[in-house]
């Protein structure tokens, strides 16, 4: 089974408008940590924001919100006031464990985000 | 500026040819990784490190080899390239507890 899905594989959203990209998770572990980083056409890897799994609010980082549902599994992206420049791919992913043994990252397979003027 | 810088960034192998990618990072950081990424399936984890002297195997390991000698630095070795290892690959760095992940600027490889 898959760690983490992205069920999205492309969304296209109005420039100035809100969207939400989804990302559900699989883990057995009680303590994980969720990430969300964008991929702009130039290849780098931004990171965008975290949210732990002991995190009672939800994550927020500017335009960027996370929509932790923790008994759904699942931690969206929420992007306001969507702008030109959020044109990219997105990834979500997720470190399990805790301590010593939190460190590897599972990716998604993206979401390719589209802003129209 | 400190971060995690990959060598080279663009390279065209033939099959069969061998290559190793570097990776060196000036953040003092514990941990290193290497993920290819292709079209449609993310990044996924070949090969990480928790410290120097230690690596261990990810997701797709085949085909790969890596060695860390040193803490700043994190190989990645194709004995014999093969046209499925054309991908872009990826090397980032991370600490322990810490959730921040550094990650470098991507090498693309093509393998003919």
């Known amino acids: 089974a898959q760690k983490i899905t992205q069920t999205q594989p492309g969304m296209f959203v109005q420039e100035k408008e809100a969207v939400t990209l989804d990302c559900t998770y699989d883990?057995?572990?009680?303590?994980?940590?969720l990430f969300w980083y964008k991929q702009p056409s130039s290849g780098e890897m931004i990171f965008l924001i975290y949210q732990g799994s002991y995190d009672e609010q939800n994550a927020t980082e500017g335009r960027y919100s996370l929509n932790f549902q923790k008994a759904r599994k699942s931690a969206n992206l929420v992007i306001s006031a969507s702008q030109l420049g959020d044109s990219a791919m997105y990834f979500c992913a997720m470190r399990e464990g805790s301590g010593g043994s939190n460190y590897k990252l599972t990716f998604g397979k993206g979401t390719l985000l589209t802003v129209n003027p | 500026n400190a971060g995690v810088t990959q060598t080279p960034k663009f390279r065209v192998l033939k099959t069969g040819q061998s290559m190793t990618l570097l990776c060196a990072q000036d953040m003092n950081h514990e941990y290193m990784y290497w993920y290819r990424q292709d079209p449609g399936m993310g990044l996924r984890l070949i090969h990480y490190s928790v410290g120097e002297g230690t690596t261990a195997k990810g997701e797709v390991p085949d085909g790969y080899n890596v060695s860390r000698l040193k803490k700043q630095n994190f190989l990645l070795g194709l004995e014999s390239a093969a046209p499925s290892q054309t991908s872009v690959y990826f090397c980032?760095?991370?600490?322990?507890?810490?959730?921040?992940?550094?990650f470098g600027s991507g090498t693309r490889l093509t393998v003919v």
């Open positions: 980032a760095s991370s600490s322990p507890g810490a959730y921040g992940y550094t």
């Open positions: 883990t057995s572990d009680q303590s994980y940590g």
